[in-house]
């Protein structure tokens, strides 16, 4: 009931257009519970996950630390070439299979990151972005409890990727799970690691770090979509629904420039005016300053 009623007191667009334009772009009609669930998550961080990944920096050496961040993107690699290939892009799903072997057996397992060091580097996609490209819409903005910041799109997106996971069927099958369990943790403390600084800063300098972070999220996330490419610019933008902007009206082909000689006519008759008028108004200031001066002069003979 609760969420019923967030939603029905803050889904109404505003009509200002920069303020729709925000509004829609923060997509975010769920604010006041994905508040409290972003002070859950926030508690939580502060308790166990910040703690744990700056431990995690401080005992394991860098190029360890990159090591194992190798290892797991390189684990992640035929969830992207399948994801490529159900976007049609063949092209990114082609470079993501060469990756993939070059190290898996060149870069020991995926150890060494061989093929970005040669210049060829990573394809993202998940499942998330392909439905996005068949033309599923996200919905709402949605933070999630432990995950973050999501919407059901992407939510269902990342569900999808997990369970279809070809090395998670294959430990799953064969009686590895805990393999499973020990990847995802270790993968979320290496993920909570890489932006331990950046998370600091953020916090520490936002007025409103739940604005600051829904807005660094989503634009992050509508960069992946686009494989980094620039957003084509809304074309109404400006165009505010209760006054739209009217068409200029189109000129009358039938309308005829005013002649030389007449428009000579009109200002040198203009100008005539002009110049009885300023004769007009100097013979009345110098009426009323005789004026004054012969009243000054009687007041003084008085």
């Avoid at 860098?62 to 092209?91: C, I, S, Y």
């Avoid at 270790?186 to 300098?205: C, S």
């Avoid at 040198?268 to 110049?275: D, E, G, L």
């Amino acid at each position: 009931m609760s969420a019923v009623s967030a939603l029905s007191g803050c889904a109404t667009p505003p009509s200002d257009p920069a303020a729709r334009e925000a509004f829609e772009r923060t997509n975010d009609p769920l604010e006041p519970l994905n508040r409290k669930t972003f002070a859950f998550n926030q508690a939580l961080d502060h308790a166990v996950f910040r703690p744990v990944a700056k431990a995690y920096v401080a005992v394991v050496p860098d190029d360890a630390r990159k090591a194992f961040h190798h290892v797991l993107d390189n684990m992640k690699e035929p969830t992207l070439f399948f994801n490529n290939v159900l976007q049609g892009e063949f092209k990114r799903a082609e470079i993501t299979f060469g990756r993939f072997v070059v190290n898996s057996t060149v870069g020991f397992g995926g150890l060494v990151d061989v093929m970005t060091l040669s210049g060829v580097e990573r394809q993202p996609a998940d499942f998330g972005q392909t439905m996005y490209v068949w033309g599923i819409a996200s919905g709402p903005y949605l933070i999630l409890p432990i995950v973050g910041p999501s919407n059901p799109r992407d939510a269902i997106g990342n569900a999808i990727d997990s369970y279809d996971d070809p090395f998670t069927i294959v430990a799953n099958d064969h009686g590895f799970s805990d393999l499973t369990t020990t990847r995802l943790i270790i993968g979320g403390i290496d993920e909570r690691a890489n932006v331990l600084e950046e998370l600091d800063d953020l916090e520490k300098n936002s007025v409103d770090f739940y604005a600051e972070l829904r807005s660094l999220s989503q634009q992050h996330r509508a960069a992946e979509l686009l494989h980094g490419k620039a957003p084509d610019a809304a074309p109404d933008l400006y165009n505010d629904p209760d006054h739209p902007i009217q068409p200029a009206p189109a000129a009358n082909p039938k309308a005829t420039a005013v002649p030389p000689v007449k428009a000579t006519a009109a200002t040198t008759i203009s100008t005539h005016a002009r110049q009885q008028a300023q004769a007009a108004r100097k013979r009345v200031r110098l009426s009323h300053v005789s004026r004054c001066a012969a009243l000054r002069c009687a007041g003084r003979a008085t």
